[in-house]
């Protein structure tokens, strides 16, 4: 078994795992961890936990140290630089006339180098755009290109819930939802009420599809004839919170069944990643990348 310690780099960002190297670290401490952009400034969120050897990525990478006072200082430097960066870069945006909307900047701890995210209708050729960027701050630059889900993330804001939006809250990834899972559940297809600030389908859709695709396996679909004890009846509406089946006999009379009366409960469900036509939300965000030495 390998101990692991989980870090996250920027608020609701992906948690990357590191070898905590002997240091007993809880959640929350503050720690230097090595990324592929060089040293990171990072807050531990997942506290010492134990995986099998076999789970280790191959590269895990060992905590530098503990954040020091010098650390902190430092980090406090690169916001003041990385506001400065951020309306330099949207100066420069409307100076060159890019059809293009600067979203966040991930500035490197230890400023060898800045990432620029923005979002564009279309490609767009930013090269004399890196050009004075880089003559300006001195440092290597990326410009990516994101989708509209991770504008929402790095932004944030209210869902239609009232609630914080959990891309910004807790989610560490985004999973691709389709209009074939909001039919399953029983939603309005109003694009309106299933969609996120975002635009796309709301990520809250997958939450529990695993238990409205366990019942749907589990029981006859709505209009099916079954044989019961009283004769044959017809699927007239699923409780999938119930596990419940309403049937109605050729008679008219209605009566009610628990869902394993049509056999065991399904094993556990994967849910499709591809559902072919009815797939409407895109994970294909385009990273543009330049290096001027």
């Given at each position: 078994?390998?101990?692991?310690?989980?870090?996250?780099?920027?608020?609701?960002?992906?948690?990357?795992?590191?070898?905590?190297?002997?240091?007993s670290?809880?959640?929350?401490?503050?720690?230097?961890?090595?990324?592929?952009?060089g040293?990171?400034?990072?807050?531990?969120?997942?506290?010492?936990?134990?995986?099998?050897?076999?789970?280790?990525?191959?590269?895990l990478?060992?905590?530098?140290?503990?954040?020091?006072?010098?650390?902190?200082?430092?980090?406090?430097?690169?916001?003041?630089?990385?506001?400065?960066?951020?309306?330099?870069?949207?100066?420069?945006?409307?100076?060159?006339?890019?059809?293009?909307?600067?979203?966040?900047?991930?500035?490197?701890?230890?400023?060898?180098?800045?990432?620029?995210?923005?979002?564009?209708?279309?490609?767009?050729?930013?090269?004399?755009?890196?050009?004075?960027?880089?003559?300006?701050?001195?440092t290597?630059?990326?410009?990516?290109?994101?989708?509209?889900?991770?504008?929402?993330?790095?932004?944030?804001?209210?869902?239609?819930?009232g609630r914080?939006?959990?891309?910004?809250?807790?989610?560490?990834?985004?999973?691709?939802?389709?209009?074939?899972?909001?039919?399953?559940?029983?939603?309005?297809?109003?694009?309106a009420?299933?969609?996120?600030?975002?635009?796309?389908?709301?990520?809250?859709?997958?939450?529990?599809q695993?238990?409205?695709r366990?019942?749907?396996?589990?029981?006859?679909?709505?209009?099916?004839?079954?044989?019961?004890?009283?004769?044959?009846?017809?699927?007239?509406?699923?409780?999938?919170?119930?596990?419940?089946?309403?049937?109605?006999?050729?008679?008219?009379?209605?009566?009610?069944?628990?869902a394993?009366?049509?056999?065991?409960?399904?094993?556990?469900?994967?849910?499709?990643?591809?559902?072919?036509?009815?797939?409407?939300?895109?994970?294909?965000?385009?990273?543009?990348?330049?290096?001027?030495?």
């Amino acid at each position: 078994m390998t101990v692991v310690v989980g870090v996250c780099l920027r608020k609701c960002g992906k948690v990357i795992y590191c070898d905590p190297d002997r240091l007993s670290l809880r959640s929350g401490d503050e720690v230097i961890v090595p990324t592929p952009k060089g040293v990171e400034f990072g807050v531990v969120v997942a506290p010492h936990r134990e995986i099998p050897d076999c789970s280790v990525p191959e590269d895990l990478k060992k905590v530098v140290r503990r954040a020091t006072d010098r650390d902190r200082q430092q980090k406090n430097r690169n916001e003041i630089r990385r506001d400065r960066a951020f309306r330099r870069c949207q100066e420069l945006i409307v100076r060159h006339e890019l059809p293009m909307k600067l979203i966040d900047i991930d500035y490197v701890f230890d400023g060898s180098s800045i990432t620029f995210y923005f979002t564009a209708e279309g490609r767009v050729d930013f090269r004399a755009l890196v050009r004075d960027l880089a003559s300006t701050l001195k440092t290597r630059i990326e410009l990516r290109q994101i989708g509209v889900r991770d504008e929402a993330k790095m932004i944030g804001g209210l869902g239609p819930c009232g609630r914080t939006l959990c891309c910004a809250l807790f989610l560490d990834e985004f999973y691709p939802i389709s209009i074939r899972m909001a039919k399953e559940q029983r939603l309005p297809l109003n694009p309106a009420k299933i969609s996120g600030v975002c635009g796309r389908l709301m990520c809250c859709l997958r939450y529990e599809q695993d238990a409205y695709r366990r019942f749907l396996l589990w029981v006859p679909g709505i209009g099916e004839k079954v044989d019961t004890e009283r004769g044959e009846a017809r699927v007239i509406a699923h409780d999938i919170l119930e596990e419940k089946v309403t049937l109605e006999l050729e008679d008219g009379e209605k009566f009610t069944v628990p869902a394993d009366y049509f056999g065991p409960e399904p094993e556990e469900v994967e849910i499709e990643t591809e559902e072919a036509e009815d797939e409407i939300v895109e994970d294909a965000d385009i990273e543009l990348t330049e290096d001027l030495e």
